[in-house]
């Protein structure tokens, strides 16, 4: 097992409200890695605690059997170069174009300094996700799906070793979360990124993924690979997927 | 969530000092972004021309009708050009100019840097490793520090202007004298104090507006909040400190 990420114990409460108490789990390398459970069991709040947005109150986050919580600043902002985020909204600048997203990235990031090669950059990127020619458009005209393709595009520029989704295709309809999901395999099989996603889409998480983990009560419950929790013991899990199946059934019959 | 109001409060403070050391190390620390000043200075600063030069010309207008009516009482119509030139220079013209800013500027520093908060565009910078402090806030503070003064100057010669017509042109104060006595009352060092006060009052107005955006709770409504927030404790903190420059200026500077 060649892990990259381990989340070891991790602690984070809000006032008295203790959203993840004791999570441990870890992600391994060229895998992708799906965190499932219910709305508000802190699932963002765990892969925010990874990336750095939040600061658990304890615990342990290794990157590469490197431990970041207690690293001094310098060696978590160079641990986490390495490390992209795709943001339930995008977080696209709204204020920039397409162009200028993708190369913020490059110019403060990175110091890229030469315009041809940002711009042959940004083209590429945006072929990859199969949106060429947008680069003058503005954020807040592109659709939902664009956008977060767009973001995609954003955090590739920084050619990161993993890359965490946050839900994904929350809000986006079926055929569009059909495709991002492919993005995500898209992603994972042809740059060889460690894919770390959370999500409620049950069913799509069984077919895309490679380990699961349930979140639940702050801690990971269940995990496994999606065939072993397919008939898992931990009765929540087993009404939670039960549940997100047999909704998909009812909803293709209707449409038939 | 339950606190005692003195530990919220105290809480707040230091947020808003640590915010506030971030700003000054973000301003001192490269990479520095020429281009995003120069941005911030046009937004702050060439497009509050007009609404600066309105303001200070009716400042000057209305101001000179008063004093010319009330002068005339004591046959020292004369003295209407340094009454006006100086309280412009002093306190009115910086404190007009910061006041419309932070009305016309300031509401909308806190606005922008509040929906990026709330849609996670901060966020998504510190994922980036980029300090949205030093990217968001240096420049503007920056900006305002240099654009206020220079607003304040274009104010005291514009509310003068205003003064002369009133009180030259419509009511009929002898012309030699108005500048006669302006020239003799007001000092160099008054418009420098006035300069001095506005350069401060573009950094409390950054810093302030700045933190309630950058600290904006979620949602429309605590963008709303925030802004609202920013525009009061702002606009009520640049009259405080005036009082107090005014007092430390009057001690050093006379």
Known sequence: MNSIVRVKNVYKSFGGNHVLSGASISFEQGKITAIIGQSGTGKSVLIKSIIGILVPESGEIYFRDRELLSAPEAVQDEARRHFGYLFQDSALFDSMTVEENIAFPLIETLHMRDRNEIRAIVREKLEWIGLPGIENTFPAELSGGMRKRVGVARTLALQPEILLFDEPTTGLDPVLAESINDLIVKVNREFDITCILITHDIQATFRISDYIGFLYNGRIEAEGTPESLGDTEHPILRRFISNSFVEREVEGCRDT | ?254
């Open chain 2, 1 to 254: 969530m339950n606190q005692l109001p003195l530990v919220a409060l105290i809480e707040e403070l230091g947020r808003f000092f640590a915010f506030t050391a971030r700003v000054f190390v973000g301003i001192f620390r490269r990479p520095y972004r020429a281009r995003l000043f120069a941005e911030q200075a046009e937004r702050i600063g060439v497009r509050s021309v007009p609404i600066i030069a309105l303001s200070s010309l009716a400042i000057g207008m209305i101001f000179s009708l008063q004093v010319t009516w009330l002068m005339a009482m004591f046959r020292a119509e004369t003295m209407v050009g340094a009454t006006v030139g100086m309280t412009l220079a002093r306190e009115l013209a910086p404190v007009i100019t910061s006041l419309m800013l932070i009305a016309k500027n300031g509401s909308a520093m806190t606005a922008e840097l509040g929906t990026m908060r709330v849609t996670e565009q901060i966020d998504a910078m510190e994922t980036m490793s980029v300090d949205p402090v030093q990217y968001l806030v240096a420049p503007r503070l920056v900006a305002s520090v240099v654009v206020f003064p220079v607003l304040t100057a274009m104010a005291n010669v514009i509310g003068l202007a205003g003064s002369y017509l009133v009180s030259v042109r419509m009511m009929g104060v002898d012309p030699g004298g108005f500048f006669d006595q302006l020239y003799w009352f007001v000092d160099p060092v008054d418009v420098l104090s006035g300069l001095i006060k506005a350069s401060v009052m573009g950094l409390m107005m950054t810093i302030i507006c700045g933190y309630f955006g950058f600290y904006s709770e979620k949602g429309a409504k605590g963008v709303g909040e925030s802004a609202t927030r920013a525009v009061v404790t702002s606009s009520v903190g640049i009259l405080v400190a005036d009082y107090v420059m005014a007092d430390i200026m009057l001690k050093i500077l006379y």
